[in-house]
């Protein structure tokens, strides 16, 4: 198996709202003929999808598919960057969670709830830095 992670697929209650709250924050809705609202990313797709038909398609109760300790990450290449998603965020219908503030490993760093429940960690790493078209890699492009 190779290292890597496709397809981010979020069960939501409300498929539209959490696009739309997406579509708010500046990202282009990708056509799904399956039921599936796909935003693709840099080497990777979020898709939105009914928790309802998530957990039906598993074969699980939806209560059976919990709260996930999980927090998605977007990178950003400045510190100022990361106060300009923070703000989009807010304004778009997310709930801030912590403000951008400095983390102790050097870095800076907030998060943010969208209204569909996923929590995004958004994140100025100097030790990381992005490759030109927006990817992240651990220890950076350089």
Known sequence: MEQRVSLIT??????AAA??????????RI????????????????????????????GVDPGALGQGALTLSYNCRSKDEVAQ???RAD?????VLKPASDVFWGGYHGY???PDGTIW??????????APDGAFR???YG
């Open 138 to 140: 651990w220890n950076g």
């Open 31 to 58: 056509d799904s003929p399956d039921g599936v609202i796909a935003f693709d990313l840099i080497g990777q797709t979020l898709g939105l999808y009914p928790l309802s038909a998530l957990a039906d398609e598993i």
């Open 112 to 114: 943010f709830r969208a």
């Open 121 to 130: 960690e958004v994140a100025f790493n100097p030790f990381a830095a992005l």
């Open 91 to 95: 304004m778009a219908g997310a709930k």
């Open 19 to 28: 696009a739309g709250f997406y579509e708010a924050m500046g990202w282009k």
């Open 10 to 15: 979020v069960g939501v209650d409300d498929p």
């Open 85 to 87: 998603v923070l703000s």
